[in-house]
């Protein structure tokens, strides 16, 4: 009789053992399971633009490439104007506000202002490209300065065209210096993680020998 007694505890042993692992077992599984629901479903990796050499980055990183790419993009879209700039230059401001800091915006809101109530944007026609030679691949290390692992300075040498109608108003060859923040709270509207926040300090006029089809700057008395 005793045979059967310490047989049946020793199934009963077995059948509680079993019934803890299956718990631990559950425990583990949603644990697990939290673990995949709180995982981001996108990750941002700034790849270098040359993939001709291997590249190791931790993917937090922001290559300074990616930062002067980011910023002369979205600079060059918030000052062009297809058609007019009483109407394109707020729309501008409207589409990209993602891409810009609050205060930011409100610098160039009021930029918009100005140049409103002094006649510069009425049929005005703009569109800003790179001086050619003066790009980031001719000089990436005077291109972005790392203030810190959120911030950057970012330098533009470009040219500022301007028409109204058919006619040539302005060509100025202008140098922004551009500060730009890691801003990464809206994923949907703002893939790049990163933020314009308007100029770190005024922008100036450069002098640069022209290449052939453009002239030397100038402009008539309108701002960069």
């Known amino acids: 009789m005793s045979r059967f007694r310490n047989e049946v505890a020793h199934l009963q042993a077995h059948v509680k053992t079993l019934r803890l692992g299956g718990v631990a077992l559950f425990v583990v599984a949603l644990l697990l399971g939290f673990g995949w629901w709180s995982a981001p479903r996108d990750l941002t990796i700034h790849v270098p633009p040359d993939?001709?050499?291997?590249?190791?980055?931790k993917w937090w990183d922001v290559p300074p490439e990616s930062v002067y790419a980011f910023s002369f993009y979205i600079w060059q879209q918030v000052q062009r104007w297809p058609t007019n700039g009483e109407i394109d230059y707020p729309r501008n401001l409207?589409?990209?506000?993602?891409?810009l800091t609050p205060s930011c915006r409100a610098f160039l809101a009021q930029d918009y202002e100005?140049?409103?109530?002094?006649?510069?944007?009425?049929?005005?026609?703009?569109?800003?490209?790179?001086?050619?030679?003066r790009g980031y691949g001719?000089?990436?290390?005077?291109?972005?300065?790392?203030?810190?692992?959120?911030?950057?300075i970012v330098t533009l040498d470009v040219s500022a065209d301007e028409y109204h109608g058919s006619e040539q108003v302005k060509r100025a060859l202008v140098r922004y210096a551009l500060k730009v923040v890691r801003m990464d709270v809206d994923?949907?509207?703002?893939?790049f993680g990163l933020a314009l926040d308007c100029h770190a300090s005024a922008p100036q006029r450069i002098e640069t020998s022209p290449t052939p089809g453009t002239a030397a700057g100038h402009s008539q008395g309108d701002s960069p």
């Not at 993939?51 to 980055?57: A, K, M």
């Not at 009425?122 to 790179?130: A, L």
């Open 51 to 57: 993939l001709r050499s291997g590249s190791v980055r």
């Open 94 to 99: 409207h589409a990209l506000s993602a891409y």
């Open 114 to 133: 100005y140049r409103r109530s002094s006649g510069e944007l009425r049929q005005r026609v703009r569109g800003i490209y790179e001086i050619p030679g």
């Open 138 to 152: 001719d000089s990436p290390s005077t291109r972005v300065k790392a203030v810190s692992d959120r911030d950057w």
């Open 187 to 191: 994923p949907e509207r703002n893939p």
